[in-house]
Structures are given as C-alpha cells and as structure tokens.
C-alpha cells in the first residue's frame, strides 16, 4: 500500500532555531501534499497545500513566511519552521495524495514532534 | 465539503463488533465518505472510503444509507490495539490542484476494553 514517511519523528531544539521537516511518498507520485498541526487533544488542522513545482496555498492565518514549504519533485514536500519559538511546538502531520487518481485516499505520515525550549 | 456529525466517545468490548455511525446529512452526490483513525502518537490511518454501496476490506466494512445521509463503519471484532481517534470525513471527487483537502472534525474516541 502507499507509504508516507515524514523525517524526523521527534526534534527537540532552542528557541529561535529553524526547523525542516521532510515528507515523502515512498511508492508514489504525489502532485499534492498536505500540512497539517495538531495541539494536544485536538484535531488537526490543515496549515498548507503544496503543489510539485509551484507556491504552496496558506490557510488562513499560518504565516508563510514563518512556515516555508517546498515541494521540488513527485515525492518530496519539505516543511522549514523558520526562527521556532516555544508556541510553535506541536505535532507536525504531512499527507499524500496520488497523482491523477481523484478519489484515491490520502496517505499520512507518522508526524513529527517539535518541542522549543 | 459537507458536515459530519459523530458521537465524542464509544465504547467496545474486545471481540465484540464496533459500530461507528456518522451523519452527513447534507452529502452531495459527487462527494465520497472517508473514513480514517488516529492512534495516539500517530499520524491519521486510512481505513475505508465509499460513495454509495457498501464496502469491505481486510480493517472493516463501511455502510452507507440509500440516502447517503448517514453511515456506519464497523470494526468486526475489536481488539485492545484498535483504541483511537475515529474520523468520518467527506470529501468531493472533482477536485485538483490544491482542492480537496481532508477536513477533520472531532471525531469519535473509541475505547476498546477487555
């Protein structure tokens, strides 16, 4: 079945520190990948879309210029959480969706967990 | 993409069968139910997705009502290891690019006890 891996699973670092979180589909294309937070006992929230070779799309709210994401190729997504500080720790969810098949699930990676001290 | 609406928590008697149900009463004809669970710690786990018959795969089966405005998944004989988070969520089929993200409700906390 459609594997996502998300790298590291754990990150505990200093406030201020720049972050990068990789995702990637291990058997499959994916056009999209999806960037979601979850804070504990709550559901997750989708932060961004990323499209293979071009700008992710926001929601509301997430400042892109804090919460950069990259997408170069079919099954790599990268999130870079720029200058973190202790608000910003959470557990960080990618997800992947299979070029062109349109009711295909999303696939999900293992998260990570980011904790700023 | 519609609404869901689940019961908060639920639980099961290990070997018994799970019945979760979820409402989506406002389901358009061209949107799919999807259905995943969250085991603590864990990224989201696909479980089962339909449209309108009824599906069965090796983790469950999925019913959904002729009306399409309700459905109910079902774990067969729920063991201890199939505690989490349940999410029902329903998402359109004409979708590209950026379009068609999953939204996650609550969902319902199935607890599994022996």
């Known amino acids: 079945g459609a594997v996502v891996s998300q790298h590291p699973s754990w990150v505990i670092c200093k406030s201020g520190t720049s972050v990068k979180i990789e995702c990637r589909s291990l058997?499959?294309?994916?056009?999209?990948m999806f960037w979601y937070r979850q804070f504990p006992k709550q559901s997750l929230m989708l932060m961004a879309t990323s499209n293979e070779g071009s700008k992710a799309t926001y929601e509301q709210g997430v400042e892109k210029d804090k919460f950069l994401i990259n997408h170069a190729s079919l099954t790599l997504s990268t999130l870079t959480v720029t200058s973190a500080h202790p608000e910003d720790s959470s557990f960080y969810i990618c997800?992947?969706?299979?070029?062109?098949?349109?009711?295909?699930?999303?696939?999900f990676g293992d998260g990570t967990r980011l904790s700023i001290l | 993409d519609a609404k869901t609406t689940q019961p908060t928590s639920m639980d099961c008697a290990e070997g018994r069968a799970a019945n979760l149900p979820c409402n989506h009463s406002t389901i358009s004809g061209n949107e799919y139910v999807y259905w995943y669970r969250q085991i603590h710690s864990q990224g989201p786990q696909y479980i089962i997705h339909?449209?309108?018959n009824n599906e069965t795969n090796e983790m469950a089966s999925l019913i959904i009502t002729e009306d399409r405005k309700s459905s109910t998944l079902i774990l067969p004989h729920a063991t201890l290891r199939d505690t989490a988070v349940y999410y029902c969520i329903v998402r359109a089929t004409n979708y590209g690019g950026s379009q068609g993200n999953l939204i996650f409700g609550k969902g319902t906390k199935l607890s599994v006890k022996p």
């Open positions: 339909g449209l309108k």
């Open positions: 058997d499959f294309q994916a056009t999209t």
């Open positions: 997800s992947a969706r299979e070029v062109l098949v349109s009711n295909q699930p999303q696939h």
